[in-house]
């Protein structure tokens, strides 16, 4: 172990000072952070970009606490939610390249008390291919999440269950997954989920302001909040408890670039490999073990985002350009539409830092996406061109909301780039209309359904 240390510690501590951004990256990318702040979607902001092993972008932006007036820093710590997972596999991970277990062992090996996942392997809780129901659909666990669970009553409750689905054949993001991979780490580790973390991932990256709020409570970080009738909130989100292995991790941007760093110093190939492949089973697509493994410009780009009462997160990687973006807020709403997008923000700061080359977009493609301005304008919305998801979200509330005939005819639309995101691809356009200018992104299935549509204001 202490080799170990020493080794990750040693190659850390070798890499060079931290060059800045460029100075008009920089001011784009800080007009970015403070148009949401300008527009309400969120009281604070922290943002993070990693290139070449380097933190080169390293800032916050508004309040941690509204009341008290808190400036949010670089070093300011937020509920990172899904982003947790990432940290249980490679747990999971590091414990099978000390031969303490394997991906293919049943779950029972070491929670023998759980018969009725006796065919559920780990690597299935890490994909989210288990087949377990849903923590909410099992009879007998409390529904109170003010209130601490109990690992042991959740399991009793869960032996009373049945799988929903054969293991493997079935994608499920379900938090029960990554609460039971947290518990396996515990047994073959002999020692706390949390513990493991901080000796084998932690303290090695010198990531000196992450931990798990079951052990610390969320101390000293930013507080939550949701926006209701255009103000906000503070929110109170469930007890650490239920986040268990999932959804508990505190950080900062900081220490998330450290851990975007140095991944591959903890990790061999093959466990790196295993969180960056995805998923065969159906509706699986491109979740891998903690992260989505998706595509842009046709390389390699993996993320995972996390969401909780009055947090949002987003860490975003492209390992083949050595780029990592990490956007953390203090706002979450069960009307998403309302606070802001980390995802979002992400794809524009790649947009900067790594910018794709133009793209040659099909004219078919180009009269489509200026067709759905015009239906967008005139309120004609052809649902059998959306997918369900898409077509639930632009309800004609969200249409109407929009406004889009408050900005006149349509002048001109020219084609940016397309890149792959979630299986869809992208298009780009800046579009033109009399009384101003946006940027529109138009998103299609394989099969050629719709699955977005997005305006922003042309910064």
């Known amino acids: ?76 710590k937020f509920f990172a939610g899904g982003v947790s997972e990432q940290f249980t596999a490679a747990s999971v991970l590091l414990l099978s ?3 303490k277990l394997s991906l293919t062992d ?36 409390p529904r109170d999440l003010s209130r601490p669970l109990k690992l042991e009553d959740t399991l009793r409750a869960l032996s009373k269950t049945k799988l929903v689905a ?13 609460a039971l991979a947290g518990l396996v780490v515990q047994r073959a580790a002999g020692e706390p989920l949390s513990v493991f973390m901080q000796t084998r991932i932690f303290e090695p990256l010198i990531m000196t302001s992450t931990f798990l709020a079951g052990d610390q409570g969320a101390s000293g970080s930013a507080r ?4 209701e009738n255009g103000h906000f909130r503070e929110v109170r989100g469930p007890d650490p408890t239920w986040l268990f292995g999932s959804g508990d991790l505190i950080t900062t941007v900081d220490d998330l670039a450290k851990w ?51 947090y949002h997160a987003m860490n975003a990687l492209l390992p083949e350009e050595h780029v990592a973006v990490i956007v953390l807020s203090n706002a979450g709403s069960p009307n998403a539409a309302s606070t802001v997008s980390p995802e979002r923000l992400a794809y ?40 369900p998801a898409f077509s639930q979200y632009l309800n004609d509330r969200v249409v109407i909301q929009a406004d889009l005939r408050s900005e006149g005819p349509l002048e001109s639309i020219v084609p940016v780039e397309s890149f792959q995101r979630s299986g869809d691809t992208v298009y780009v356009f800046d579009v033109r209309f009399r009384r101003g200018s946006m940027r529109y992104e138009f998103a299609l299935t394989p099969d050629g359904k719709i699955d977005q549509l997005l305006l922003e204001p042309n910064s």
């Open 260 to 310: 975007d760093i140095g991944l591959p110093l903890l990790l061999n190939v093959d466990s790196v490999r295993s969180m960056w492949s995805a998923n065969a089973a159906a509706g699986g697509g491109l979740f891998g073990m903690g992260w989505i493994v998706d595509q842009r410009g046709g390389q390699t780009f993996v993320w995972r985002n996390g969401t909780l009462p009055g």
């Open 224 to 227: 939550g909040y949701t926006r």
């Open 348 to 387: 524009r700061i790649l947009d900067l830092v790594a910018p794709l080359p133009p793209a040659h977009i099909d004219n078919v493609i180009v009269r489509r996406a200026s067709e759905w301005l015009d239906r967008l304008a005139r309120l004609d919305i052809d649902r059998t061109q959306l997918t």
């Open 97 to 99: 390249q000390d031969k």
């Open 106 to 141: 049943r779950v029972t090996r070491f929670i023998p008390e759980l018969g009725m996942a006796r065919d559920v392997t780990l690597a299935q809780l890490l994909t989210h291919t288990s087949g377990l129901p849903n923590l909410s659909d099992v009879p007998g666990v």
């Open 166 to 178: 054969p293991p493997g054949t079935q994608f499920n993001r379900n938090s029960l997954d990554y």
């Open 1 to 76: 172990m202490q080799v170990f240390l020493c080794v990750v510690l040693a190659a850390l501590g070798a890499l060079p000072t931290p060059a800045p951004v460029d100075d008009a990256k920089a001011r784009a990318i800080d007009a970015i952070a403070r148009g949401e702040l300008h527009a309400g979607s969120t009281p604070g902001l922290s943002i993070g970009i990693v290139e070449d092993g380097l933190l080169i972008y390293s800032r916050g932006f508004g309040y941690a606490d509204i009341a008290g007036k808190r400036k949010v820093t670089a070093q300011t």
